[in-house]
């Protein structure tokens, strides 16, 4: 059975996952974009196919030392398994369409709404005939603790790694901090969930690198996908397992 190579470029981090079909079998976070991790994954699980996922700029495996089967660099142009219905699908961030549709093969035929814990947050509703229209972007949680300390004069840079207790009422400015960016981020997300809920039997997926924090204080029953961009990709990669390399 043929192994698949997923490289997801994002804002911050990089992350690398090999498949078997469907089956997660590595995963791999790093920081910066190095040729070499994805050369000896590629080699080490024996590799037939590729794809790349990028925020900022196209990727091939033309300077890579491999030699895929089928290699994709995922853009608006590849051919997807749901309807694209963004109406500029060229500003389009590929993880939010990675999302959707790795959330609509979990979900087929199916509402569904996913909502990204990453730098942004993001909100994104595929239904269940497979439409993907789009959704909201809004600042994500480390982004709002540094707008605080960035455009005011005294209010502190927080970690909130370092607490380990978020409480509506906090007794500090720390805590203060914290229960207005947590519990409103937490609001935020509920009041979106409100509204989709007229959707008939939605199912609400959250995932990114904040998504455990989150789930935390989120009262609506959501379930946590950490690796749903890369399963998105996958899907990708196998519904075009015919292509050519692009």
Known sequence: MEMNLVVDIGNTLVKLAVFKQNLLVHFKLVTEFDSTVIENLFHEFQCSNIIF??????????????????????????????????QSPETLGMDRLAAVIGAQAKFPNQNTLVIDAGTCITYDFVDEFGNYFGGAIS????????????????????????????????????????????????????GFIDKYSVYENLNVLITGGDHEILVKVLKNN?????????????????FNSTNIVQ
Do not use: C
């Open 139 to 190: 600042p994500g949680l480390q982004m709002r603790f540094s707008a605080l300390h960035h455009f005011t004069g005294k209010l502190p840079k927080i970690n909130f790694n370092d607490f380990k207790e978020n409480r509506l009422i906090g007794r500090s400015t720390n805590e203060s901090i914290i229960s207005g960016v947590v519990n409103g981020l937490a609001f935020e997300i509920e």
């Open 222 to 238: 959501i379930f946590a996908t950490p690796f749903l961009v890369l399963e998105g990709l996958n899907e990708v990669l196998n």
């Open 53 to 86: 996922s990028n925020t900022r700029n196209s990727l091939s495996t033309e300077n890579l030392n491999i030699s895929p089967k089928n290699s994709i660099n995922f853009t608006y142009q590849t051919k997807i398994p749901i309807q694209n219905k963004y």
